[in-house]
């Protein structure tokens, strides 16, 4: 998962308001958001090649997300980043308990963000930092670099999300997370990727023959605990593959 754009409005109707894109190689194997056959409580994406997942909800409010943290020169990992979200979303450790886990075992993944929640709280915590940290309401979001880093492409899906908080509708979400216009080259980050590469990956919904945006994730959450839940997939060249509407 490349972008997360997200409200966080305890003791509102609608607390969490989540827009998330996912940007891998498409020849990565994964399914699309389902129910878990093996934990029917749980409802994410799912990758094939590692069997975790990047965003998805589980019994008792629960909601995690992931980032990656682009870096070129990180060493390889010894386990897939996915297994965070996928382990939070089928037990039932309090989130202290998991963070202070992830936290101990940081260092055996590559760089990553980590959004866990539940129906009273939501955490962040960048392995790159030394701890988590509950937030505080408001809008937020992650890319491939720390919370809120002002990238033009999360600063533009921020205001975007901001300007349909009074009805965000899954459409309304889904609509922002397609927008593939890429920034100037004088406003790119420099990641250490090259600036070809900087700017292909600039745009909130991405787009080319071998990486991209492959799958766009509206969730709103209600104050009641329902939760709804739309994903569109994507193949090469932001092909539209299909999409799959979940109300938990």
């Known amino acids: 998962m490349c972008l997360i754009v997200f409200a966080w409005r305890p003791g509102h109707a609608q607390p969490l308001i989540v827009a998330a894109n996912r940007d891998e190689f498409y020849a990565r194997p994964s399914l699309p958001l389902t129910q878990w056959p093996e934990a029917p409580h749980v409802h994410a994406g799912r990758d094939l090649e590692a069997g975790g997942s990047w965003l998805g909800i589980g019994a008792n409010g629960r909601f995690a997300a992931l980032t990656n943290i682009r870096d070129p020169h990180q060493p390889p990992a010894r386990k897939s980043r996915g297994e965070l979200v996928a382990r939070f979303l089928t037990g ?11 936290v101990g075992r940081s260092a055996e993944y590559a760089g990553f963000n980590l959004l866990l929640g539940n129906s009273h709280e939501l955490w962040h915590f960048n392995a790159r930092m030394s701890e988590p940290v509950m937030l505080e309401p408001g809008i937020y979001g992650l890319s491939n670099a720390g919370l809120d880093t002002p990238w033009p492409k999360l600063l533009k899906a921020k205001a975007a999300l901001s300007a ?26 420099d990641t250490g990727v090259g600036l070809a590469t900087e700017s292909l990956l600039s745009s909130v919904f991405i787009a080319s023959q071998s990486y991209g945006t492959r799958a766009s994730t509206a969730l709103i959450v209600k104050a009641n605990g329902s939760r709804r839940m739309v994903e569109r997939s994507f193949g090469p060249y932001g092909g539209h593959l299909g999409e799959v509407e979940i109300t938990a």
């Open 92 to 102: 039932d450790a309090s989130i202290d308990d998991y963070l202070s886990d992830v």
């Open 164 to 189: 349909v908080l009074e009805d965000p509708q899954p459409q309304h979400l889904l609509d922002l997370l397609s927008d593939a216009q890429t920034a100037p080259d004088v406003e790119l980050p």
